[in-house]
């Protein structure tokens, strides 16, 4: 079972400031619209041959984070017979492994937070979305993934949707900065939040963020995140972290552009195929970024591809009903794909429980990147990635906010459904003191 620990004391963090050597001119060039010719951004998106290497580099890693997207999404799954194609995540998959137990918050940002950070948001205070009104932010005390590689010698780069930091909160442009990265491009929420008064906003029309800097594009948002993540690579040493914060298929439902798509999609069709072809869209251009790695950087990436949360209710699919979808601490608001390919990954399909807290010690470990001072609830899994039949953890502990979560009367107590590897069980965690205390029940 997984063991609470007594948090260390919080420490502030500085921004990086440690800049990566990007030209200019390459950081302007997305603020204009595609190019009719490519529907691409910038004006190249290969970043050429391969650099030597030294012998003994720790591997790059690419994290991508699936918006909405549950593993009744992804063809290889198997889980649905009306998944959109997904050929990319289903060659991904073919060599890498695949976990078919894993599992997030029902919402983005709390799900955004345990990935970065390995810790509960009991912990973190991310129990909900940080809303573009609000003041709250992932505090910068929590020490992030991004400052773990950055630490160990990686240039870091976020790229695409942040959402971790209301944008009254302090240096909300900036958060991403704040948690260690050492440049960001893309959004500081959701496409539609308005961040310098836009209107009418959404996949092609949105305010694109450049290290705090504001400007109106009209690049389809998945296309754009992918170009800034392959001119990022292009420019940078490595080892290099990138996180992929795709948009795709969260709402607004807008058609992708044609070439992104196996079969034509109209505006007038039902949410649930306008939603499909949002994440048809997101694979395309996820094999456009592998692809253009080239065959010798793609062998030396530890590429994850991981969603925040289960399908929206308006895109839900039968048999699961609106209310056992994202927000909900259903299977299908929770049970997300996760998939790990790259240098130390054996191909195969793990049964272990493993929850998004995982992902800063598992990396941290194929890294060499000492994690020992930080109270961690996540659990290094390198061991299943290593070997697919080894035991990973066994107990999962979803969260959600004070609105969703039981809390018991008048003790500050909150209790917690969890599955574990030989039935259910309720926990009863203080946040006052960081302990938990689990309870088996029966199934009736």
């Not at 699936?66 to 999404?73: A, M, P, R, S, Y």
């Not at 073919?94 to 390995?118: E, K, M």
């Not at 395309?284 to 991981?306: C, F, M, N, S, Y």
Request: proline share 9%; charged share 20%; aromatic share 6%.
């Amino acid at each position: 079972m997984r063991r609470f620990q007594v948090p260390i004391e919080p420490r502030s963090v500085a921004p990086s400031g440690r800049q990566m050597g990007i030209p200019s001119g390459l950081l302007l060039a997305a603020a204009f619209g595609c190019r009719p010719d490519t529907g691409r951004c910038l004006p190249g998106d290969d970043p050429g041959p391969a650099r030597a290497v030294p012998a003994g580099t720790p591997p790059n890693v690419l994290v991508v984070v699936l918006d909405d997207v549950g593993t009744d999404q992804v063809r290889a799954y198997g889980e649905h017979p009306a998944a959109p194609p997904t050929p990319t995540l289903d060659a991904l998959a073919a060599r890498g492994l695949r976990f078919r137990n894993a599992y997030a918050h029902p919402s983005c940002s709390p799900t955004r937070a345990a990935l970065l950070t390995g810790r509960h948001a009991i912990r973190t205070g991310a129990g909900a979305n940080y809303t573009v009104s609000g003041d709250r932010a992932l505090s910068p005390d929590e020490v992030t993934l991004a400052e773990v590689l950055g630490g160990a010698g990686y240039t870091t780069a976020a790229v695409g949707k942040w959402h971790l930091a209301g944008l009254l909160s302090a240096d909300a442009l900036l958060h991403p900065l704040v948690q260690g990265f050492d440049t960001h491009r893309g959004t500081a929420g959701n496409l539609t939040d308005a961040v310098d008064g836009g209107v009418g906003l959404g996949y092609t029309r949105w305010e694109r963020v450049v290290d705090g800097q504001v400007a109106l594009t009209r690049c389809y948002a998945t296309t754009a995140a992918v170009d800034d993540a392959l001119d990022i690579v292009a420019h940078s040493p490595e080892p290099w972290f990138v996180w992929l914060g795709l948009h795709a298929a969260h709402s607004p439902w807008h058609v992708p552009p044609r070439h992104l798509l196996s079969d034509p999609v109209r505006d007038d069709d039902p949410v649930p195929v306008r939603y499909n072809a949002a994440v048809t869209a997101a694979d395309h251009e996820l094999g456009r970024l592998l692809d253009g790695l080239g065959p010798e950087r793609l062998a030396r990436t530890l590429v994850v591809a991981v969603g925040d949360n289960g399908a929206p209710p308006d895109a839900a699919l039968w048999p699961r009903l609106r209310h056992q979808v994202k927000l909900s601490l259903y299977e299908g608001g929770i049970h997300v794909p996760w998939i790990v390919a790259g240098p130390g990954v054996v191909p195969g399909v793990s049964d272990a429980l493993v929850q998004a807290e995982d992902l800063l010690p598992t990396v941290a470990e194929l890294a060499g990147a000492p994690i020992d001072a930080l109270a961690l609830d996540g659990i290094s899994v390198a061991s299943v990635l290593a070997d697919p039949a080894a035991p990973g953890p066994t107990l999962l502990l979803p969260y959600f906010d004070a609105t969703t979560a039981l809390h018991a009367a008048g003790g500050g107590l909150v209790a917690y459904a969890v599955a574990v590897d030989d039935g259910p069980a309720i926990v009863v965690a203080d946040p006052r003191r960081g302990t938990a205390r689990a309870t088996r029940i029966a199934c009736r």
